[in-house]
């Protein structure tokens, strides 16, 4: 980290110096001037450090809570930031992402559909999609839509699943809100979501596993999903049963093909 130069002016300075003073500014550490100075220096790291990848808005809310609680170690809230970006947002900060995202918010789809087809149909039929609430939830990892206290308890727990775990909060939200949801129209649910609700944060936690312990695997493989992990090695494997993705089960007849993106979207009934 101590070798990346982060001090030669960049095009995406402009974009990160103009997002930093909006990224939990609530936050006494976080709103410091010195925050805001380690903040543009882990950003500047990771872009530099990642040159197939591009600035998005969005990359200084997931590197917020690294930040906050490794606040004198720039190094490892780098680190944390550079090892958790390539599990659950793999391609995510690529140029062109809209095949990417598009991908995950389909699977998304299928998984409301599959847990609950009542709220699905609904949300479907008043035209509310996952484009239109859910971009800034998953590219965020939902950092940027829950305070601070409650990404690091929710990220203890999304920390421990596999790629797709994301999804199962997302529908665990909706579940939660689904009163709410099924009584709403378009506009209600639109104005809902312009400023994240109110959410019991265990009880999303506790639902989201449930709802990831009940979804096949097969019904989260995504084709952009993080690649076949290698081994640590034969003695000490490194997957579990919520941190295997689709991509390290062994390969059978029945395995799961990359499909368009159109016929994706085409399976939801």
């Known amino acids: 980290y101590n070798a990346v130069d982060k001090e030669t002016p960049t095009t995406t300075d402009r974009q990160i110096e103009v997002d930093i003073p909006r990224c939990h500014q609530y936050h006494e550490l976080l709103s410091s001037p010195t925050a805001h100075a380690k903040f ?5 790291a990771w872009v530099i450090n990642n040159p197939h990848y ?21 190094a490892l809230a780098f680190a944390s930031l550079s090892a958790f970006i390539p599990k659950y947002l793999h391609k995510f900060f690529l140029r062109d ?9 389909a ?3 299928h998984l409301i559909t599959f847990h609950d087809p009542e709220l699905s149909n609904h949300l479907d039929g008043i035209g509310f999609i996952p484009d239109l609430y859910a971009i ?3 590219l965020t990892m939902y950092a940027h839509v829950f305070p601070l206290h409650k990404i690091v308890h929710l990220w203890d727990t ?20 689904r009163d709410r949801l ?12 312009s400023d994240m609700p109110e959410i019991d944060i265990e009880r999303c936690v506790q639902d989201s596993i449930r709802i990831f312990c009940s979804t096949p695997k097969s019904a989260t493989y995504r084709q952009h999903a993080r690649p076949l992990k290698p081994k640590v090695s034969e003695e000490r494997p ?11 089960l062994p390969q059978t007849d029945l395995s799961m093909e990359p499909i368009t993106l159109e016929e994706l979207k085409g399976e939801k009934c």
Do not use: M, T
């Open 40 to 44: 543009k220096r882990i950003l500047k």
């Open 54 to 74: 591009v600035y998005w808005q969005g990359l200084d809310s997931l590197c917020a809570p690294f930040l906050a609680l490794s606040f004198n170690n720039e």
């Open 97 to 105: 992402n809209s095949p990417v995202i598009q991908e995950y918010l």
């Open 107 to 109: 699977v998304f789809s």
């Open 136 to 138: 800034p939830w998953f």
């Open 158 to 177: 999304l920390l421990l699943g596999n790629s797709s775990f994301p999804l199962c909060i997302g529908v665990s939200i909706l579940q939660q809100l």
């Open 182 to 193: 099924l009584s709403f129209g378009f506009n209600e649910c639109i104005l809902l979501f």
């Open 238 to 248: 490194n997957l579990s049963y919520y941190s295997i993705d689709y991509h390290d």
